[in-house]
């Protein structure tokens, strides 16, 4: 099917349109949390999903290292699902 410049041109448009809608989005400045479900880590992370901060609970000091490390994924987890979320919502409810 061969489409009319009018169309190509019209098409270009509307991709260009969406991207600067998504560039808008992920470049905006936002920060988004997550914490492990045991609440020994808490991450965050920017709307690129670049890692801005870990914090921990108190308990860590008593807990091994690899329980530790567990719950550091989980936040860090966490903190992503509600970056792709808060994403997905601002852009009518889809990525694609």
Known sequence: MAFSTEEQRAALAAAQARLAEVTGVLSAPTE????DPDG?????????GQVT????APAVQQIPAE???AA????????????????TGQLGGTTR
């Open 40 to 48: 020994l880590a808490r991450a965050t992370v920017d709307g690129s």
């Open 72 to 87: 550091v994924v989980a936040a860090l987890d966490a903190a992503e699902a509600q970056r792709v979320d808060a994403i």
């Open 53 to 56: 901060g870990v914090e921990f």
């Open 32 to 35: 988004h949390a997550g914490t």
């Open 67 to 69: 329980y530790v490390a």
